[in-house]
């Protein structure tokens, strides 16, 4: 039987318009600076999505586009001059920053109580333990989108491909609060497809278009394809080779439409927190 196809874009819509409601209610002033440091098409591409959505939330968004050579110097005292306004609750560098620039450097300078990507060791500590404000915007659109659909994750088998700090850990550890029995796969993982097939959720986060195939996917299963790719007619495509694995999941996330627009979806949550966090 083919997969239900949860809807990504219906579900965003759904989180962003409880921002703009709580936003409204309360009075807030909230802003978020984006910060974008050379050309690289996709990510202008996702800096003008995280500026639509906060209009559409009424938040407001500060750009800062900065040429490629930008010295790491210049970006560290944008971030320290951003730590300090008030009118910005939240910060956001978008990745990948160039070559010449540390990014891990980059993040740790954000004060922890504007990273609204949750990418500082400060909030990966607490994601850690469990004990945290700011979500890790794409893991916690998966959670959102899981939860949408039903589906209790509490002692089903779920396994992650891929171990990245942005998506792949983090997404373990919200299996994980959530009582799943979690296995985290990469590239070294033996007999990958074996282990794949065990779960009940799967998450595929590798970033090679159509890396997850029907062979990997067990009858029933809930697949959520987290990548973004194009494929050779630069057609945008996930991890997941979806019309084959449609036909034996219970439920699938296209792409686009799934967990894309969620991830901006909570980073405007994030944002909001940032602004009660601060206002305390
Ligand atoms: N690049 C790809 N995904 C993200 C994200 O969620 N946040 C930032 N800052 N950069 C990214």
């Given at each position: 039987m083919a997969a239900q196809i949860i809807d990504g874009k219906a579900v965003s819509a759904k989180v962003k318009e409880e921002v703009r409601q709580e936003i409204e209610r309360e009075g807030l002033e909230v802003g978020l600076a984006v910060v974008i440091v050379g050309d690289d098409p996709a990510s202008r591409v996702y800096v003008n999505n995280k500026k639509k959505a906060c209009e559409v939330c009424g938040i407001k968004s500060y750009e800062y586009a900065l040429p490629a050579e930008t010295t790491e110097e210049q970006l560290l005292e944008l971030v320290d001059t951003l730590n300090a306004?008030?009118?910005?609750?939240g910060i956001l560098v978008q990745?990948?920053?160039?070559?010449?620039?540390?990014e891990e450097k980059v993040i740790e300078r954000i004060s922890p109580m504007k990273d609204v990507d949750a990418f500082h060791a400060a909030n990966v500590g607490k994601i850690m333990i469990g004990?945290?404000?700011?979500?890790p915007c794409t893991p916690a659109g998966c959670m959102e989108l899981i939860h949408s659909a039903g589906i209790?994750?509490?002692?089903k088998e779920c396994v992650v491909i891929g171990r990245s700090n942005i998506v792949g850990k983090p997404m373990a550890m919200l299996l994980l609060h959530e009582n799943g029995t979690v296995t985290v796969c990469h590239s070294?993982?033996?007999d990958l497809k074996e282990v794949c097939r065990r779960a009940d959720i799967l998450v595929a986060?590798?970033?090679?278009?159509?890396?997850?195939?029907?062979?990997?996917v067990k009858d029933g299963a809930v697949v959520i394809d987290v990548g973004i790719n194009r494929n050779a007619d630069g057609k945008l495509c996930g991890d997941v080779a979806y019309d084959e694995v449609a036909e034996k999941a219970s439920f699938i996330t296209p792409?686009?439409?799934?967990?894309g627009p969620m991830t901006i979806a909570m980073l405007m949550k994030n944002t909001v927190m940032a602004k009660r966090i601060q206002s305390k």
């Open positions: 306004d008030d009118k910005v609750n990745l990948p920053l160039p070559k010449h620039l540390n004990n945290y404000a700011f979500l209790d994750v509490s002692g070294r993982t033996k986060a590798v970033g090679r278009a159509g890396f997850v195939t029907a062979d990997m792409v686009p439409g799934g967990v």
